[in-house]
């Protein structure tokens, strides 16, 4: 089981951190993604980072304000987010499936494990 936490409301350029964290299972044989949705709009995979944290991914869209880090010792994996837009407002959700690594593909398989989301709001 995954569960998300950490969004807020926040003004655009501010940052917040996320969580996910795992129960009932060892988080660090999994890859970790997160990704979000906005009102109207189709699911985006934002990030992911593999089972050792070695390897992470980014969306373009998010590269150079968002990083996402994993703790297994404490089964939890964070994004955190900085400079934050308008546009970054979603619910963001996290995922895992053992059977896929982290990479671009990784956002395009049906992933079998997902936390209830987080919503973050940026205000102009």
């Known amino acids: 089981q995954l569960q998300a936490s950490g969004g807020g409301l926040v003004q655009a350029g501010g940052s917040l951190r996320l969580s996910c964290a795992g129960s009932?299972?060892?988080?660090?044989?999994?890859?970790i993604g997160w990704f979000r949705q906005a009102p109207g709009k189709g699911r985006e995979g934002v990030s992911c980072?593999?089972?050792?944290?070695?390897?992470?991914y980014y969306a373009d869209s998010v590269k150079g304000r968002f990083t996402i880090s994993r703790d297994n010792a404490n089964k939890t994996v964070y994004l955190q987010m900085n400079s934050l837009k308008p546009e970054d407002t979603a619910v963001y959700y996290c995922?895992?499936?053992?059977?896929?690594?982290?990479?671009?593909?990784?956002?395009?398989?049906?992933?079998?494990?997902w936390g209830q989301g987080t919503q973050v709001t940026v205000s102009s």
């Open positions: 009932g299972f060892t988080l660090d044989y999994y890859p």
């Open positions: 980072v593999s089972r050792g944290g070695g390897s992470t």
């Open positions: 995922a895992t499936d053992e059977r896929y690594s982290c990479g671009p593909a990784f956002f395009h398989y049906g992933l079998d494990y």
